[in-house]
């Protein structure tokens, strides 16, 4: 029982980056299981002597119904190996040593329903990384049903159902109805009156059943910064301010070349070593 298995580390999952988008795979030591031998279901006799089928203590069909999870929530394939505690925190203003902690909170303590969150900052502060850590962590360790969407590609998928002539009725069914929906990018694109109504028809639509959502964003959550182009202006008032209900908000700093250097100095290696090495240990 304590020796760990090295292909999984004891998780009875791997994930892959093999098509397009990231996919699970059930560890094959689940597969030798001596109990099922790879059923995941024992046939045991209960106290009347009557015979039923329960689950193996292995948890094949937990892992594979996790896995399946994981496999739907159409996570892109580069993120296939996404960590929240592999997030690397660089910013001197401590906002992405932040937004690692509040992942780390989401991802033990968040419940179906509860508010989101939503990420901003410029391109390349990691907010992709972190959000596909949370968006996988949920499937295959806490095994909700999640939906990962670029918010493009959503765009594009939901005006080919609207062109058919579906109507509102077009959203129903889709991707928009997922039980914890993430939205990669979101405001990105052309941000015409179209696009503007079917934002809002989403996120009224997700409101109003009480759905919760996950997005990150390159546009400023606040029209304070000149900047920035305001993420209001992109989606509209209406969206944002049922954004803010919906989901806290946090901005993600930049690193800023010169502010990074300063902080190499006064603390040169905890920040890089220390979440690495303690997941090689555990
Ligand atoms: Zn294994
Ligand atoms: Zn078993």
């Known amino acids: 029982m304590s020796k760990r298995c090295p292909r999984c580390g004891d998780t009875g999952y791997r994930t892959v980056a093999e098509g397009r988008f990231a996919e699970g795979r059930v560890c094959r030591h689940l597969q030798a299981c001596p109990r099922c031998h790879g059923e995941g279901t024992l ?78 900052g410029a391109p390349g502060v990691g907010k992709t990384h972190l959000l596909t850590a949370l968006c996988g962590y949920f499937a295959l360790e806490r095994g909700f049903e999640v939906r990962y969407a670029d918010f493009a590609d959503l765009i594009g998928e ?9 109507g509102a009725e077009a959203l129903v069914g889709t991707v928009v109805d997922a039980p914890v929906l993430f939205i990669d990018e979101l405001g990105k694109g052309r941000a015409t009156e179209w696009e503007q109504s079917i934002v809002d028809a989403i996120i009224s639509r997700r409101y109003g059943r009480g759905l919760s959502l996950f997005f990150a964003t390159n546009f400023a959550f606040a029209d304070d910064d000149p900047n920035r182009e305001p993420l209001a202006g992109r989606i509209g008032e209406r969206a944002m301010s049922r954004l803010r209900e919906m989901c806290r908000l946090e901005w993600i700093s930049g690193p800023d070349g010169r502010a990074m250097a300063a902080a190499h100095h006064v603390e040169p290696v905890q920040a890089k070593k220390g979440p690495r090495g303690m997941s090689r240990i555990s």
Not at 47 to 75: K, N, Q, W
Not at 158 to 166: D, H, K
Request: some cysteine; proline content about 3%.
């Open 43 to 120: 046939l045991q006799r209960d106290a009347r002597g009557y015979e039923v089928i329960t689950p193996c203590s292995c948890e094949l069909l937990s892992v594979a119904r996790r896995v399946g999870f994981y496999d739907r929530a159409r996570i892109p394939a580069r993120f296939a190996n996404s960590r929240i505690d592999a997030y690397e925190a660089r910013d001197p203003h401590g906002t992405q040593h932040r937004a690692r902690q509040l992942m780390t909170q989401l991802a033990g303590n968040f419940r179906r329903g509860d508010r989101g969150l939503g990420l901003g």
């Open 158 to 166: 939901l005006r080919a159902r609207f062109e058919q002539g579906g």
